[in-house]
């Protein structure tokens, strides 16, 4: 395994990634992501942030998430446990579909996690689309703890839900 901190060089990789999952998300009813969200700018931004990270096996990248300090507005009305100060947010993390089903989901999430613990941040907060069966799965199996649901735009009938890993 190897996790990294992407590079200009990464983001064709990922911009292909996100475009194969993108039709299998909508398959299963998960609008969350569309072919303008995300886009290049936001990964551009991501980058220019040094948030976006890639995971590597054999130098083939097989999935990427970012992790900021961009808490959402809305995870203001959501009971952490954690102060912002005192967690990372995770977003926008996918794994390669013809790569699914190894593992490499729970490897990248322990990885940005051990980062996370060495730079003494003591924990994550997240959230996914309701419809978002398979994300919510892989929160719970790495012991992230459903936190509430909230709105994060406009649309009221369009959910979500909030998870937090507390590391000590």
Do not use: C
Request: hydrophobic content about 40%; aromatic content about 12%; proline content about 4%.
């Amino acid at each position: 395994m190897f996790l990294r901190v992407a590079t200009a060089q990464d983001l064709a990789y990922i911009l292909k990634i996100k475009e194969k999952v993108v039709p299998i998300m909508q398959a299963s009813g998960n609008m969350q992501w569309s072919d303008k969200y995300p886009d290049e700018e936001k990964f551009t931004e991501d980058l220019k942030d040094a948030a976006l990270y890639v995971y590597e096996e054999d130098m083939i990248i097989k999935g990427f998430a970012v992790v900021d300090n961009k808490h959402p507005y809305p995870y203001d009305d959501i009971p952490w446990e954690l102060t912002r100060a005192d967690s990372r947010a995770l977003h926008r993390m996918a794994v390669d579909p013809d790569f699914q089903g190894q593992g490499i989901a729970s490897r990248m999430m322990e990885g940005l996690e051990t980062r996370l613990i060495e730079a003494g941040i003591r924990g994550i907060h997240t959230d996914t689309s309701l419809e978002n069966k398979k994300m919510q799965y892989q929160f719970e199996k790495n012991g992230y703890e459903y936190k509430g649901r909230l709105n994060l735009d406009e649309n009221l009938d369009d959910w979500y839900v909030a998870y937090e890993k507390v590391f000590i």
